[in-house]
């Protein structure tokens, strides 16, 4: 995944670019390896957590660690192609966050069906939704983190911050991308995927559950921040 941002960055950006990987208090050898390819060039970089602090904190510390004007995030299980970042960088000058959404996407049957419950279930709060919310393919124009704070420590992050820029008067515009099959690494908060099958934890449904009501309620009381 650090090789092909490399190059896709260098086409894209020339050489103005940093690669931030979180490390979400990983026990492979994330840290290691990722440290080794710092040393070939400084512009890749490492951030850890001394322990697993959660998705949304993954997201936070990379935003809170980048240093350029845009900011651009995504997994590295292999399930996008980091080629199609041309599509969203090409579109920056219309939007202050570009959202892109999965086509034709390649997950598990019960993970579908989750993403719809949770895309209805934001939709039902907030009378107003986003299109394939979680999608980890978004670019950012960093200076909307002057304003934007978001507190979500788990997959709400994302809802989160695409509302608060709307709710704020950024542009946020979306457009679709392609997704495969993952082809390395498993989900934190599965307990099983086999197939059609992915049961989801209860204690990560019961986390965004609890953090996305919590939104909600700042939203009412208009702490945006």
């Known amino acids: 995944m650090v090789s092909r941002a490399q190059k896709v960055l260098n086409r894209i950006v020339g050489s103005n670019w940093e690669i931030i990987l979180v490390d979400d208090g990983s026990k ?81 049957g019960m993970r579908l069906g989750y993403s719809l ?17 979680d999608s980890s393919f978004k670019l950012f124009r960093a200076s909307i983190f002057e304003c934007i704070k978001p507190k979500s420590t788990c997959g709400v992050i994302d809802f989160e911050i695409l509302t608060l820029a709307r709710d704020m008067g950024y542009r946020v515009i979306q457009l679709p991308v392609s997704h495969y099959d993952r082809r390395a690494g498993t989900v934190s908060f599965e307990s099983v995927r086999n197939g059609f099958i992915a049961f989801v934890r209860f204690g990560a449904i019961y986390e965004m559950f609890e953090q996305i009501l919590a939104f909600r309620i700042r939203s009412w009381r208009g702490i945006s921040r």
């Not at 419950?117 to 919310?133: E, H, P, S, Y």
Request: aromatic share 10%; proline share 2%.
């Open 117 to 133: 419950i949770w895309n209805t279930l934001t939709l039902m709060l907030f009378l107003r939704g986003f299109k394939d919310v």
């Open 28 to 108: 492979d050898s994330t840290a290691s390896i990722t440290r080794s390819l710092s040393t070939i060039d400084p512009r890749i970089r490492l951030v850890s957590h001394k322990e697993n602090l959660g998705f949304g904190m993954a997201v936070r510390t990379g935003i809170e660690n980048s240093t350029k004007e845009w900011i651009f995030y995504t997994d590295c299980d292999g399930q996008f192609d980091l080629d199609e970042l041309d599509l969203v960088w090409a579109r920056r000058q219309d939007a202050d966050i570009v959202s892109a959404f999965r086509r034709n996407r390649k997950d598990p």
